[in-house]
């Protein structure tokens, strides 16, 4: 079942999550009691949350045959009307300027706040990134970084004492996280070494879209746009490339031929996938996260069946003080949170779909990225099984544990586990399968640059960099009870 549109007696006031207390997030973190005698149930802790108006349905595929359900699947969501503009052009001569508008762009300086920047990139930002200029005196300095949702989780790693940095780095990070702890005010120039960013990449306005492409098919993320004078004048990401070329694509006859053919016979989904258990607790998918340069990350229960997704910009939900000891939930207890903060904000009665499959064609997967607004699409094969006890170890599997201890973990202690609740509980969890792959915006948009003649860069390059960009010593989670998965084929 895919997200669908509210209608206006059903969508409901945004509920913004506050961040006026982010700066007490890690003294709320440090003062949590761990035990299990103090942490409240699954259904404890949904007892005071509104009653979802799925609750109140009969579940929808009861009693359907799965080659039906499949078929419902397979309908690719429908396009928006193409854009006249674009008719009868060759989109590799279509001009970058033409995709971006300045509306879309948010200002702050490097001495900005970490919590009033939070502010900024969670509110009415479609681009889900801040830009950071060295001061507000001269509004044509050249922007110096970008604030975003994995620079938010890299911080709040650090401030609850999860990120372990090197021998070089001690100092920083304890005087961050004590400056959090007491309240103080903390400057984004004072953040920016433990993000550790790429360098920028900018486009004129006036390049073509040929050339954005083979970027963006590189696994660069996004580009800024600048106009004559050099000032910024858009944002062109991997998603508002993708969405382009999805809502337009009528126009192109040699990317619309792509949309008919199945994932497997493209050859474009990825067989290295890292995922996490159900059963984790939160703060080892965030690390994980941060650790390999990732935006988000497959949820799994112990039989590898994919049940959620968790990414970077789930971390808004942890910007309050209140919000601190979820870090210590299990996975599958935060997609029930992200899930109901869903329905809240957006008034959407459905379960959001972040797996394919690999007969799923290029349009169906392509559509149910724009509809999630993802970087990445599962790939599952065949139906869901039932989860075993426990994960099975290595040499049973496909499957590589991490670390590898060489046997299969043991089943958490009773109690041991906060939230934890089975896949099935889940609606939607029941139509998805066993974790084979991934597929990216990355992977599209390289293909589209191929399938017209040009050549995009390797994307594990820009994928290798990210890693090492990235902090390699994060410590695990207090009351990890099951390792990440890393599966490879």
């Known amino acids: 079942m895919e997200p669908v549109p509210p209608s206006s007696g059903e969508r409901r006031a945004r509920r913004e999550p506050s961040t006026s207390s982010l700066a007490s997030v890690a003294s709320s973190h440090a003062s949590t009691n761990l035990t299990s005698s103090h942490r409240q149930s699954f259904v404890d802790s949904l007892r005071n949350v509104p009653p979802s108006p799925r609750g109140q349905r009969h579940p929808s595929f009861t009693g359907i045959p799965p080659a039906v359900i499949q078929d419902l699947l397979s309908i690719p969501l429908s396009r928006k009307a193409a854009d006249p503009r674009f008719a009868g052009r060759d989109w590799r001569d279509i001009l970058v300027g033409e995709l971006v508008s300045s509306s879309d762009v948010r200002w702050v300086t490097a001495d900005t706040s970490v919590e009033d920047a939070t502010k900024t990139l969670i509110k009415d930002n479609p681009e889900n990134v801040v830009l950071v200029r060295g001061s507000e005196a001269n509004q044509l300095e050249p922007t110096i970084s970008t604030f975003d949702f994995n620079d938010l989780n890299a911080y709040l790693l650090v401030v609850v004492g999860l990120a372990k940095p090197d021998e070089d780095s001690i100092a920083l990070y304890d005087r961050i996280a004590s400056m959090a702890r007491e309240g103080a005010i ?76 199945n994932i497997r016979e493209l050859g474009i989904a990825s067989k290295q996938v890292l995922a996490v258990n159900s059963d984790n607790a939160l703060a080892d998918a965030l690390t994980l996260m941060y650790n390999e340069g990732l935006t988000s990350v497959a949820v799994v229960d112990n039989g590898y069946n994919v049940v959620g997704n968790i990414s970077t910009v789930d971390v808004r939900l942890l910007t309050s003080a209140a919000r601190a000891p979820l870090l210590q939930s299990s996975c599958m207890h935060f997609i029930s949170v992200i899930l109901n903060e869903r329905g809240v904000e957006k008034g959407r009665d459905a379960f959001p779909v972040f797996h394919v499959n690999p007969y799923s064609s290029l349009a169906h997967t392509v559509a149910k990225l724009v509809a999630t607004r993802s970087h990445r699409m599962w790939v599952v094969e065949g139906s869901s099984s039932p989860s075993p006890a426990t994960l099975a170890t290595p040499s049973q599997t496909a499957a590589v544990l991490v670390p590898n201890t060489g046997s299969a973990p043991q089943s958490p202690a009773p109690g041991a586990s906060f939230g934890s609740i089975p896949a099935s509980a889940l609606p939607g969890a029941h139509l998805s399968g066993r974790l084979s792959g991934v597929v990216s915006l990355t992977d599209i948009l390289n293909l589209f640059a191929k399938s017209t003649g040009l050549n995009p860069s390797d994307p594990s390059e820009q994928r290798a960099r990210r890693r090492r960009s990235s902090s390699s010593s994060v410590r695990p989670s207090i009351d990890s009870s099951r390792p990440s998965i890393d599966i490879r084929r």
Do not use: N
């Open 186 to 261: 903390i400057p984004l120039r004072d953040i920016q070494p433990i993000c550790r960013k790429q360098s920028l990449m900018t486009l004129s306005s006036t390049d073509k879209l040929g050339r954005a492409i083979e970027i963006l098919g590189s696994g660069v993320h996004r580009v800024l746009v600048s106009d004559s004078s050099g000032s910024i004048v858009g944002i062109l990401s991997q998603l508002k490339l993708t969405e382009f070329f999805w809502s337009e694509g009528a126009h192109f006859p040699t990317i619309d031929r792509l949309y008919t053919t």
